[in-house]
């Protein structure tokens, strides 16, 4: 994630396969315009960093989803975090 106009962390990590992992929200309106959900492995070491991210561009509606590593992730995890992410997009509609 890059050029972020604002942040905030989920309150709580999400634990999956004895793993910590945390959502940053963000808004990006240098090199895209729109309103993101970056998924972050904090824990046990070696942490992984970024994970994963849904995107929602605010010009062309798309929604997106990329992927920063070729790791396994649970299927869980990965439908948690899209689920949430647009359930926190038609909050905003």
Do not use: I
């Amino acid at each position: 994630m890059m050029n972020d106009e604002c942040m905030s962390g989920s309150s709580e990590p999400w634990v999956y396969d004895g793993r910590y992992y945390q959502v940053v929200k963000f808004s990006d309106v240098n090199d895209r315009d729109g309103y993101g959900w970056e998924l972050e492995d904090l824990a046990p070491s070696p942490v992984r960093g970024p994970l994963l991210e849904v995107f929602l561009d605010d010009t062309s509606r798309a929604f997106t989803f990329r992927a920063f590593t070729d790791q396994p992730l649970p299927v869980d995890l990965v439908h948690r975090l899209v689920t949430e992410a647009m359930r926190d997009v038609s909050l905003m509609e």
